[in-house]
């Protein structure tokens, strides 16, 4: 059982290249969350999926787009990267749908930069 | 509108001496509450959580905290620190937002356990 997964750990794009981070959770949740961490800032949610098929804009969404795959894959894409998308990107999952009341489960981060 | 407020954003303490780390939140509604650490270059994991059970909640590695709604805080303590301890800790609050709950995150304290 390993949890939720992220590919890659780590990144480098130039200003203007595309990349999708992915992200995949083995627990059978119904829930999947993208979130960036950025220093003094804590977490911002990017956009959510409560079920599959479903997605949702979080807190700052502006230069991403997301996939709920299937149940288990969750991806983000960057279409044209930008500086200040410079962050460490977390995926988390829960198994309800109702964001905010269960326990999330966190993957180990991608961390990007972008030149 | 700031709905979760970390005091400190360091916190030092001896090793064996009282972790006590702060957390305020704005909500006129009932909140569910938690505490998240986060180990140097991993992802978020819970520590403890707060769904309007008790209101003295015990949590994982010997935290716990109380959630007071006259203070509208929920700070988090542990009366002995270890140096395993040395983390970022993150506090945060769902609420209802214009019909949906919303999970907030604080910008984190970093606590540092001196030997």
């Known amino acids: 059982n390993a949890g939720v997964t992220q590919t890659p750990k780590f990144q480098v794009l130039k200003t203007g290249q595309s990349m999708t981070l992915q992200c995949a959770q083995d627990m059978n949740h119904n829930s999947m969350y993208w979130y960036r961490q950025d220093p003094g800032m804590g977490l911002r949610l990017i956009y959510y999926s409560a079920s599959e098929g479903t997605t949702d804009k979080g807190e700052v969404p502006n230069g991403y787009n997301v996939s709920r795959l299937n149940k288990r894959e969750f991806s983000l894409r960057l279409e044209s990267a930008a500086p200040s998308q410079t962050s460490v990107y977390f995926c988390?999952?829960?198994?309800?749908?109702?964001?905010?009341?269960?326990?999330?489960?966190f993957g180990p981060g991608t961390r990007l930069t972008v030149l | 509108a700031q709905s979760v407020t970390q005091l400190g954003s360091h916190v030092s303490v001896s090793e064996g001496a009282l972790v006590l780390l702060r957390c305020n939140y704005s909500?006129?509604?009932?909140?569910?509450l938690f505490w998240y650490v986060q180990y140097p270059n991993q992802g978020l994991q819970l520590l403890l959580k707060y769904t309007s059970a008790a209101t003295l909640v015990k949590g994982i590695n010997g935290f716990e905290a109380e959630f007071k709604k006259s203070e509208t805080s929920f700070h988090l303590t542990k009366p002995s620190a270890h140096m395993s301890d040395a983390a970022e800790y993150f506090c945060a609050v769902s609420l209802m937002d214009t019909g949906r709950r919303a999970l907030t995150f604080g910008s984190g304290t970093r606590l540092q356990v001196q030997p």
């Open positions: 988390a999952s829960t198994a309800g749908e109702t964001l905010g009341t269960d326990t999330q489960y």
């Open positions: 909500s006129s509604v009932p909140p569910y």
